[in-house]
């Protein structure tokens, strides 16, 4: 066996590509005209880009069907919107384990075991403990008996509609309906407004329905006519009105007033039936339910009126206005109405507010859904907080419960344009019906969403501040200034940014900050970090340390983790009292365990915490960045991840030293000391031994050869060390082991050889391994072996490839130049990585793999030696492998075989053979 000699200088230039000038970048911004490419379909319909629209030629019928789907989109939101809205009411508003049954829900007794209270004030006693039902008196019963009950009566007046007893479907109805009238327990009811409405739904879409059927079918099924979507009332038979009207008087015989307004709410949608503007039937409805005494239970009924409303084809908002205008009624009757010195009854106050506040987030909704602006401006003027449309929000009061759900859909624009005006209106509602500093940070939070004239924003921050100032409460104040730190940092108004961190400072001092206050001060501060570019800048902010120090817990953890992640993403950290500050918020973030599992690996703590270590630079000072190296590997030895940024970062200072004339070897050995001495501890064993052939290739490159020798025994130690249980290895751990392999014997040609333990040592030790391991498949054991044979073949070159970069150590070539003892041990091993070859692709049990492997291997052998008598029954056997198990138009078997007649000495025959 004779290896080939390689020029591979000779070979460089042979094989290099030529190269041209170019006119311009590839990725200039203003390419030469001729460069430019037109896009251009012709003509074919089937394309679409979605970024050039619709094309030019689309029919009209392709855009009508477009729009069309919108508009189906657009006529079910509602319906998701209340769908959304019940359950949100649910979930605010969970029902109490025992509800109280009044006079008016024997329909609820049927079959259900009660239970005996007093009646003696039932009311605030089931608001002060809903659980409490010791005393004789009231019936009580569960709130799940009370739910299931109610889906009980639910399928009743199913059942009785589909028998055609529609009149037990009405009675059933209409004491469900009567179930509102009773607000004895206010937390369930919510809950039972719900329920209720489902039923009244389900019994609207089946008088529909019924009434429909009648104006399209005759009594014997026969099809009248088809309703179109838009019909008007004249389109109605005669049997469809009148069962319409019959219905409507049916409804509005019911004695009780809340029943008789729910039910014709739920059939709403019929008067279409009767009459072509059925939206004028709102304000009459509007009108009856100030006839409703109790403030929750009209509330609720006008909350109905708004959703009914919506399934109507259209109609004006006036009628909700008047809704609303309603309610703060109401409320400023309740506001108003004289204290009393008993705790309970400010309570249920506040919750009565609670309950009622959903009522007018969602009527808000629908007023200011798809409002032009002059509707808009209407609104507030019939709201009363304006005199016209000119002078908008003018001095009358306003509840303040309601100026918040105003508030929060006014547009945008309205809300920049009269800031100062607003900011008017929450100074006077100010009353317990809702926190009045919401008002003030919802406004905040308004006015963030767009710019605004500078002298508006300045003169409504100002009044803020000052409002704010006055407020000693910590929790308040901040829920305020939260909501203004973004327009202050966007405007630049470092006086008011200095206030609003002193005042912080002077109220969390000698505190001890409650959860939701460190939620706030963790959005501030997170606020300020995402504004500024460089830690430096916040640092220099006046009380942001004495801020921080005040957190501790999940808010801290989180902050921290925002500041490592500022300061590693710019340039390097090079401040001694930053990187002392920093190193002693990554040691809070380390022992902080339940940021330690944080599973997001963009800011997992190891990472950012890797990122603050590879960032730091001391410069000149090298050992004193060794010795924060050891500080890091000491204070969190237990990331993997840092004990790996520690070896890059020694390895990188090593190399740095190789620059300056000035430092010794022996810092080098320092270096190459705590490598040594870290890389053991890491637990991933392929990136431990990519560090160990780093380290070693930095060891070689500084003159350390025998250091370097030691790593790369402790790497290939590390190699035979591997192995995995069945069904443990992955695709990507194979990989990553060939890879390193490949790479330690890509080394190993610059490695000066061991006199003492052969110059084939290391590749002797990865041949051991390819041929113990039985978890290496035949495939990856082929690629190996070919790659020690590519090694033993360049070694054997008179001219290495390429050589270390240090004058100090010389290469192979001239190290064992004419040796023929060198190059027997190398052909030695060739000779069995040749018979080990063989057997692995004999193994390998697919056919398209193992003949993929044969002509890789042939193609290794003829690059590596020189085509004798010897190598030829080993290159005509795998080419007979090939043959067998790949297409004879495999165009790389054709080239193989072609390059083979050409260099074989003999004809291509497959005799057995024996290495």
């Known amino acids: 066996m004779e290896f080939k000699p390689r020029n591979y200088t000779a070979e460089r230039a042979a094989h290099a590509l030529p190269r041209v000038c170019a006119d311009n970048h590839p990725l200039s911004v203003s390419p030469s005209p001729h460069r430019q490419v037109d896009v251009v379909d012709h003509g074919n319909s089937d394309f ?58 024997h329909v609820l007794m049927k079959g259900v075991k009660t239970y005996e209270k007093s009646s003696t004030s039932t009311h605030l006693e089931e608001l002060d403990d809903p659980e409490k039902y010791s005393e004789d008196g009231v019936k009580v019963i569960t709130r799940q008996e009370y739910v299931s009950r109610l889906h009980e009566l639910k399928d009743e007046i199913n059942r009785a509609w589909r028998a055609n007893d529609r009149v037990t479907s009405l009675k059933l109805s209409i004491k469900v309906a009567r179930l509102l009238m009773d607000t004895s327990v ?272 300045h ?31 966007q405007n630049q108004m470092d006086n008011h940014l200095n206030t609003i ?40 902010l006046n009380h942001f340390l004495e801020i921080l120090d005040i957190m501790y817990g999940s808010s801290r953890s989180i902050v921290n983790m925002h500041v490592l992640n500022m300061v590693t993403r710019n340039s390097y950290i090079r401040d001694p009292t930053t990187i002392q500050m920093l190193f002693e918020i990554s040691q809070a973030l380390h022992d902080d365990l339940d940021f330690v599992n944080v599973k997001d690996d963009d800011n997992h703590p190891a990472h950012l915490i890797s990122r603050f270590v590879r960032m730091v630079d001391y410069g000149t000072e090298m050992e004193r960045h060794l010795t924060f190296l050891v500080e890091c590997r000491g204070a969190f030895g237990s990331l993997n991840e840092l004990k790996e940024t520690l070896v890059h970062s020694s390895n990188c200072l090593a190399i740095k030293t190789l620059k300056d004339a000035k430092k010794h070897l022996s810092f080098v050995k320092s270096c190459m000391a705590f490598s040594e001495v870290t890389l053991p501890s890491i637990s991933a064993p392929i990136k431990q031994l990519n560090l160990y052939l780093e380290t070693a290739e930095v060891a070689l490159l500084c003159g350390l050869v025998s250091h370097s020798d030691g790593l790369l025994d ?23 082991i060939l890879s390193a392999i490949q790479k330690l014997c890509s080394l190993l040609v610059m490695v000066p050889g061991n006199p003492e333990k052969g110059v084939t040592y290391s590749p002797n030790n990865i041949l051991s391994l390819v041929n113990s391991k039985s978890w290496m498949t035949p495939g990856i054991r082929t690629r190996i072996l070919c790659t020690i044979l590519t090694l033993t073949a360049t070694l054997s070159q008179n001219k290495l490839p390429y050589h270390v970069d240090n004058r100090e150590i010389f290469g192979n070539d001239l190290l064992f130049f004419g040796d023929s003892s060198y190059l027997h041990e190398l052909v030695s091993l060739s000779k069995s990585v040749l018979q080990s070859l063989v057997d692995a692709i004999e193994k390998e049990p697919s056919r398209a793999a193992r003949g993929s492997m044969a002509l890789e291997a042939c193609n290794c052998i003829a690059s590596s030696f020189v085509l004798s008598h010897g190598i030829s029954p080993i290159c005509s056997k795998l080419i007979e492998t090939a043959k067998l198990c790949l297409s004879a138009s495999d165009k790389y078997l054709q080239s193989t075989i072609k390059f083979l007649d050409k260099n074989l000495p003999n004809p291509m025959v497959a005799p057995s053979i024996a290495v």
């Open 186 to 457: 206010l937390h369930f009811y919510p809950t039972l407004f719900v329920l209720a409405m489902d039923i009244m739904d389900m019994v609207g879409d089946m008088v529909w329905e019924r009434i429909k059927w009648k104006a399209e079918f005759a009594e014997d099924g026969t099809r009248i006519c088809s309703l179109p979507e838009n019909f008007q009332a004249s389109d109605i038979c005669y049997d469809a009105k009148e069962t319409c009207n019959n219905w409507f008087c049916k409804i509005g015989s019911i004695r009780e007033l809340l029943p008789r307004i729910y039910l014709e709410l739920a059939i709403l949608p019929c008067w279409r039936f009767l009459v072509d503007q059925p939206e004028d039937n709102l304000q009459r409805l509007v009108m009856m339910t100030r006839g409703l005494a109790d403030p929750l239970a009209s509330a609720y009924c006008r909350l109905f009126i708004a959703h009914c409303a919506q399934k109507l084809p259209s109609c004006d908002i006036g009628y909700l206005v008047k809704c609303v205008n309603d309610i703060n009624i109401l409320l400023m009757r309740i506001v108003s109405a004289k204290e009393t010195t008993h705790r309970n009854s400010t309570d249920n106050k506040r919750l009565l507010f609670a309950l009622i506040e959903p009522t007018i987030e969602y009527i808000m909704k629908c007023i200011f859904k798809d409002a032009s602006e002059r509707q808009v401006d209407n609104v507030l003027v019939d709201l009363g907080l304006g005199r016209n449309q000119v002078d908008l929000f003018g001095s009358l009061p306003c509840v303040s419960i309601v100026l918040h759900q105003l508030l929060k859909e006014l547009p945008a624009e309205i809300v920049t344009s009269n800031a100062v005006e607003i900011l008017h209106i929450i100074e006077r509602s100010n009353d317990y019906s809702f926190d009045q500093c919401l008002n003030y940070r919802l406004l905040g939070f308004r006015l963030s969403e767009r710019r605004s004239q500078m002298d508006i924003i």
């Open 48 to 105: 679409f880009d979605p970024l050039r629209g619709l094309a030019d030629n689309a029919t009209v019928s392709e855009v009508q069907d477009l729009e069309s789907t919108f508009s189906e989109a657009s006529t079910q939101l509602p319906t998701k919107e209340w769908i959304s809205f019940k359950r949100f009411l649910m979930q605010r508003f969970p029902a109490s384990k025992m509800v109280s049954i009044s006079s008016m829900s």
């Open 501 to 540: 961190l002193g005042g912080i400072s002077n109220r969390a001092c000698n505190k001890v900050v409650t959860e939701d206050e460190l939620a706030s001060l963790q959005t501030i501060l997170v606020k300020l970090l995402t504004h500024f570019k460089c830690l430096e800048d916040v640092l220099a």
């Open 459 to 489: 003169v409504a921050v100002d009044k803020v501040i000052q409002v704010v100032s006055q407020n000693n409460r910590l929790g308040e104040y901040l829920k305020v200034v939260d909501a203004y730190v973004d327009i202050v940092l």
């Open 714 to 736: 402790s790497g290939i130690s590390c190699l035979l060390s591997l192995d995995f249980a069945d069904g443990s290895r992955t695709l990507a751990d194979i990989e990553g």
